[in-house]
């Protein structure tokens, strides 16, 4: 249980087009999703944090007119990366938690991340 | 507030040689803690958690972490390194909130 899935895998974009990543729930509703952008040899670092029908909350220095972010629905967030440049060429993973009783000891379950390249 | 330090940023062991991974922690509260594995290009995977219910606790694939509060410790170990166990680890500690705070990793090389 508790799987996230995360599509596309891989994307080659160019520079100034837009990309969109999803991010999908299987088999449980997630009211909250976060998104994450790791750089090489480095660790997780939180962009954003996605709300279900609500605008989602951005950590200091994420553009958000940049990283579009959408949770229409309980299973589905979106990250769209507009106008890409090079720069913004990275690996994006995100993440949600299972709601239960007792949120304290819930593990953030990963999807397989998204290796975004921009030419 | 909460930060973890993952003490060695690189492990390098032989095959059939234990493995022991350093975390340590900060908390402000009785924290929730964690170990993910990270493959090339792959998300994180739960190895295991601690639930407060236990202090030395079980993962998959022979992994397990023992909770020392006196030592703000949360080390990973297994008793015997596979080559399939090459990965990144990282050490996760939260809130209990929406607040998770990651390590900064450690690459673990198993040598044949």
């Known amino acids: 249980g508790a799987v996230v899935s995360q599509h596309p895998s891989r994307v080659i974009c160019k520079s100034g087009t837009s990309v969109k990543i999803e991010c999908r729930s299987l088999d449980f509703q997630a009211t909250t999703m976060f998104w994450y952008r790791q750089f090489p040899k480095q660790s997780l670092m939180l962009m954003a944090t996605?709300?279900?029908?609500?605008?989602?909350?951005?950590e200091q220095g994420v553009e958000k007119d940049k990283f579009l972010i959408n949770h229409a629905s309980l299973t589905l967030s979106t990250l769209t990366v507009t106008s890409a440049h090079p720069e913004d060429s990275s690996f994006y993973i995100c993440?949600?938690?299972?709601?239960?009783?007792?949120?304290?000891?819930?593990?953030?379950?990963f999807g397989n991340g998204t290796r975004l390249t921009v030419t | 507030a909460q930060s973890v330090t993952q003490l060695d940023s690189h492990v390098s062991v032989s095959e059939g040689t234990p493995v022991l991974l350093r975390c340590n922690y900060s908390?402000?509260?009785?924290?929730?803690l964690f170990w993910y594995v990270q493959h090339p290009n792959k998300g994180l995977q739960l190895l295991l958690k601690?639930?407060?219910?236990?202090?030395l606790v079980k993962g998959i694939n022979g992994f397990e972490a023992e909770f020392k509060k006196s030592e703000t410790s949360f080390h990973l170990t297994k008793p015997s390194a596979h080559m399939s166990d090459a990965a990144e680890y990282f050490c996760v500690v939260s809130d209990g909130g929406n607040q998770f705070y990651f390590g900064t990793g450690t690459s673990l090389t198993v040598i044949p």
């Open positions: 996605s709300n279900e029908g609500s605008k989602a909350t951005y």
């Open positions: 993440s949600a938690r299972v709601p239960r009783q007792g949120w304290t000891n819930s593990p953030l379950h």
């Open positions: 908390s402000s509260y009785s924290p929730s």
């Open positions: 601690y639930t407060s219910a236990a202090t």
